[in-house]
């Protein structure tokens, strides 16, 4: 049973991510003035041997936007997604930025965060 245990905690642990990101995917842009646009970069490292596409980014609402360069990011290169939101409604906001790369079937996760005012 111990055994089992260990394994099963090893295999939830284990990831196999391509990408090591260089900085925070979880950010908190604070208080926002309604109507302002916010513009971030996250930027990640590809950590695998293979050169890494971008396949989709997909955001929760249409009030955050991502961009990226679609040629392929080489091995130990840096890439950047770009993301834009636009504060459309007062209060609190919490959205995800989902990351799909090629050969890696889990979406890595990105998240903004703050309050419209």
Not at 59 to 82: E, L, R
Request: net charge negative; charged share 20%; aromatic share 12%.
């Amino acid at each position: 049973m111990y055994h089992l245990f260990i394994s099963t905690l090893f295999l939830l642990n284990f990831s196999n991510s391509k990408v090591a990101w260089e900085g925070p995917t979880e950010l908190d842009l604070g208080k926002i003035a309604l109507h302002q646009t916010q513009q971030l970069e996250f930027r990640f490292k590809n950590i695998s041997p293979s050169p890494l596409i971008i396949d989709n980014v997909r955001t929760s609402c249409g009030c955050t936007v991502a961009d990226w360069d679609s040629t392929p990011i080489a091995p130990d290169s840096t890439g950047v997604i770009k993301v834009e939101y636009d504060a459309r409604d007062p209060g609190y906001f919490y959205k995800k930025i989902k990351v799909y790369f090629n050969g890696q079937r889990k979406a890595e996760v990105l998240s903004i965060e703050g309050e419209t005012i």
